[in-house]
C-alpha cells in the first residue's frame, strides 16, 4: 500500500499522521512540549524539544510503516504560524521559540499604529498589525534586547528551524513568510519597507521557496534516526491555517471553514489578494494562486474551560458534556442575555489586546443553564461577526465546514448553523491541517491532481441544517450583540488600565 506522512507543527503538540491515498489515517502519533509562560506576555517554547518531537513522531509511525510493507511517497509540512527564532552566527538558537501567544511587542505594535505604517504594511503584506507578528517581535529585540539582536545572523520561524536541522538550508515557504508582517503578498518577496522598519536585511531572513517545494538527500545519520530512506522527498508545505482549508475540502468559492479549539478562526480561500479596508482581516497565502482571507479570535474552547473551573467547586466539577447538557436547558438568545467573550484579549474582529469579557442583559429571572448558553453563544457570535467582515470583501458564504473541538458536540454545531444561517459539514476526520499537508505533498508529487483534493478532504461527513426559527432570532441578537461590542470597545483600555493600577 502506498502512503504519505502529513506532520502538523502545533503550539502544543507535534501530530505525525500517515495517510493511504484517500486521506484514511493508517497510524498516527501525538508528541507534546510545554509551552513556557513563566513572565508577563511571554509564551516561548524549547525548539530542540519541538525537533525531538518530530523526529520521534516521524520514526514511530515509520516503524509501523514497515512493519507493514507500506510505501511512504513522501513527507509533507503544516506549522503554526508567526513564530521566531534568532539564530548566531555558527547557527544555534539565541532563543527559545517565541510563539504566537507571546504579546511583548505590544508597545512596538502601538507605535507602527500610531505613526500611521501599520495601515501601509496591511495593504502590503496582508497581515494585521498586532504583537503576534515576527516583525513586532523582531522590533522588540532591536530595541529592548540590542546586544542580542546584534549578535543574531537569522530570524526564522519553527518549521525553518526543523528543515535547517534535516537539510542544512535556511528555507521559509511562502504560506508561513505571508504570515510574519514582512512579506509583501503582492509582489511575492520580502518588503523592503517591512525590513527596513524591523532593522534588517534579507541575508538575514530564510530564503523564500514555494510551497510545493521537495527536499531530499538529507545525511544517512539523520535518515536513519527518521527511519527513512535518504531518497524520501520532503514536501515543506504552507501554515496551519491555510492547509486546515485544504484538509477540510473548503478551497471552492464561498466555502468558509471555521474552527474553534482553544481558541478560533474563520478562512476563506480566494484566487487573489483580498484586503479589508479597516486592516482587521488577515490574507496569507495557501499555495500557488489560492490565498486566504480571515481572522483569528483569542477566545473559543477556552473560555469554556474558564466556565467549568471558576463556576463549580473542584469537588462537584462538571465535564464539558455537562456543561453542554445544561446549556441545553435554556433556548436561543438565552432569554436576551448577551455574552462578549474577551476573556484573554482579543485578535480579530477587534484586534485590542486590553478587550475584557461582559454579560450584559443579566437578570434575576436568568439562570445557569442561560449563563452558560450565552457564552457558547457568544463565542460563535463573535465568529460570525468575523465572517460577516469576510462577506464584505469577498463575497457570500455559501457553506460552512467545521473543524476544531467543539464539532464533537451536536449542539454546539447547530448553534453555529443557526447563527451562520448556512449548512454546516462536519468532517469525521479529526487530522484537519495534517491531512492538508498531506494533499498538498500528494499534489506535489504529482500523485493526484488538484481537482482531485476536494474529493480526498471531503469524505466520511455529517451535515447540519439551520433552524429558520433560532436563525431568525439569532440574526437580530447578531445586530444587538455588534452594537454593544461596538459601544464597549472604547472602554476596555480605561478598564484594563483601572486593573494594573488597582490590582497587581
Known amino acids: 500500500m502506498q502512503a504519505i506522512i502529513g506532520v502538523d507543527i502545533g503550539t502544543t503538540s507535534t501530530k505525525v499522521v500517515l495517510f493511504d491515498l484517500k486521506g484514511t489515517i493508517l497510524t498516527n ?41 507500506w510505501k511512504v511517497l513522501g513527507v509533507s509540512f503544516s506549522a503554526a504560524m508567526h513564530s521566531l527564532i534568532l539564530i548566531d552566527g555558527q547557527d544555534k538558537p539565541l532563543t527559545q521559540v517565541i510563539t504566537w501567544a507571546d504579546n511583548r511587542s505590544e508597545k512596538q505594535s502601538a507605535e507602527l499604529r500610531e505613526n500611521g505604517l501599520a495601515q501601509a504594511l496591511y495593504f502590503k503584506t496582508g497581515t494585521p498589525n498586532h504583537p503576534m507578528t515576527p516583525l513586532t517581535k523582531i522590533m522588540w529585540f532591536r530595541e529592548e534586547r540590542p546586544q542580542l539582536f546584534a549578535k543574531t545572523a537569522k530570524f526564522i520561524g519553527i518549521k525553518d528551524y526543523i528543515f535547517f536541522k534535516l537539510f542544512g538550508a535556511y528555507v521559509i515557504d511562502e504560506g508561513l513568510a505571508s504570515a510574519t508582517g514582512m512579506f509583501n503578498i503582492q509582489t511575492m518577496a520580502w518588503d523592503a519597507q517591512a525590513l527596513a522598519i524591523a532593522g534588517i536585511t534579507t541575508n538575514q531572513l530564510p530564503k523564500l521557496v514555494s510551497t510545493e517545494t521537495q527536499f531530499s538527500g538529507m545525511s544517512a545519520t539523520m535518515a536513519a534516526q527518521l527511519n527513512l530512506d535518504t531518497d524520501v522527498p520532503f514536501i515543506i508545505g504552507s ?47 495557501l499555495g500557488k494562486d489560492q490565498w486566504l482571507v480571515g481572522g483569528p479570535v483569542n477566545n473559543g474552547g477556552i ?8 463556576w463549580f467547586t473542584k469537588d462537584r466539577q462538571s465535564s464539558y458534556a455537562e456543561l453542554i447538557k445544561l446549556a441545553a436547558k ?13 476573556l484573554g484579549g482579543e485578535r480579530a474582529p477587534i484586534w ?3 478587550a475584557r469579557g461582559s454579560f450584559v442583559g443579566l437578570t434575576r429571572q436568568h439562570t445557569q443553564a442561560d449563563m452558560i448558553r450565552a457564552v457558547l453563544e457568544g463565542i460563535v457570535l463573535n465568529l460570525c461577526e468575523v465572517t460577516q467582515m469576510i462577506e464584505r470583501v469577498a463575497g457570500p458564504i455559501a457553506n460552512v465546514k467545521a473543524t476544531g473541538g467543539f464539532s464533537q458536540s451536536a ?19 479529526s487530522a484537519g491541517s495534517a491531512l492538508g499537508a498531506a494533499i498538498m505533498g500528494l499534489h506535489s508529487l504529482e500523485i493526484v491532481p488538484k481537482l482531485a483534493l476536494n ?50
Open 330 to 342: 435554556s433556548v436561543p438568545g438565552a432569554h436576551g442575555l448577551i455574552f462578549l467573550p474577551y
Open 455 to 504: 474529493e480526498l478532504a471531503s469524505t466520511d461527513q455529517q451535515k447540519w441544517q439551520a433552524n429558520p426559527k433560532n436563525a431568525e432570532c439569532y440574526q437580530d441578537l447578531m445586530k444587538l450583540w455588534a452594537q454593544i461590542s461596538e459601544i464597549l470597545e472604547p472602554e476596555y483600555h480605561k478598564i484594563a488600565d483601572f486593573q494594573s493600577r488597582c490590582f497587581k
Open 303 to 310: 473560555v469554556l474551560q474558564w466556565v467549568q473551573e471558576q
Open 352 to 354: 485590542d489586546a486590553d
Open 239 to 285: 501554515s496551519d491555517g491555510a492547509l486546515a482549508n485544504l484538509g477540510v475540502g473548503a478551497t471552492n468559492p464561498g466555502q468558509l471553514a471555521v474552527s474553534i479549539g482553544t481558541s478560533g478562526t474563520v478562512r476563506l480561500v480566494v484566487d487573489h489578494p483580498v484586503f479589508d479596508p479597516a486592516g482587521k482581516l488577515f490574507c496569507y497565502v
Open 411 to 429: 449542539f454546539w454545531v447547530q448553534i453555529l448553523a443557526d447563527c451562520f444561517n448556512q449548512t454546516v459539514t462536519v468532517s469525521k476526520k
Open 29 to 69: 502519533q501525538n508528541n507534546g512540549y510545554p509551552l513556557h509562560q513563566d513572565q508577563p506576555s511571554y509564551a516561548q517554547e524549547d525548539p530542540e524539544q519541538i525537533f525531538a518531537a518530530v523526529v520521534t513522531g516521524i520514526k514511530k509511525v515509520m516503524q509501523i510503516a514497515k512493519q507493514k510493507s
